[in-house]
């Protein structure tokens, strides 16, 4: 009898072990312990296909994630700047101020992508001028555009 089975890890947190990898457990910890407890399952040749399966299916999507991030990263670079024009009165004060929401309709109308609110990252801007805009398209992936603020009277 064998002292050690062949089991697939069914959580990534067992050991800092990835979901579906093959790992070697004493026969005694795999029955008592981990199989009851749904950490890990016995490795036959048909689980280890499916897992792979599964594995190569979400590393194409990672894939693809990635090159369409790529893309709208790209895109989003060619906008040399955002303009926006804001009414004035006769202060020379602004009639409220530019939000996000002014930025992701200009974003959206211009180059027809679409971000979220806490997607766009600008500091209080309520008079006319020049700006920088960050633009988080992933969590590590920032773009900074120029945001113009063009002062227009009725």
């Known amino acids: 009898m064998k002292k050690k089975v062949q089991v697939i890890v069914k959580n990534n947190n067992f050991k800092k072990e990835h979901k579906g ?6 026969r005694g910890y795999a029955f008592n312990y981990l199989i009851p407890n749904g950490i890990v399952s ?3 040749k048909n689980q280890i ?4 399966m ?4 979400a590393k194409k ?4 994630n990635s090159i369409a991030t790529g893309k709208i990263k790209t895109r989003v670079e060619q906008i040399p700047k955002i303009t926006i024009y804001k009414k004035i009165g006769d202060n020379k004060l ?8 002014n930025i992701i309709n200009w974003i959206y109308k ?3 992508i679409k971000f979220e609110k806490k997607q766009i990252q600008i500091n209080n801007i309520d008079n006319a001028n020049i700006s920088l805009v960050k633009i988080q398209i992933k969590q590590n992936i920032v773009v900074t555009v120029k945001l113009c603020i063009i002062p227009y009277n009725t």
């Open 21 to 26: 990898k093959v790992i070697s457990v004493f």
């Open 42 to 44: 016995l490795a036959t």
């Open 49 to 52: 296909k499916h897992y792979q």
């Open 54 to 57: 599964f594995s190569e299916i």
């Open 61 to 64: 999507e990672k894939e693809a």
């Open 94 to 101: 602004m009639f409220g101020s530019v939000k996000e929401k």
């Open 110 to 112: 211009y180059s027809n």
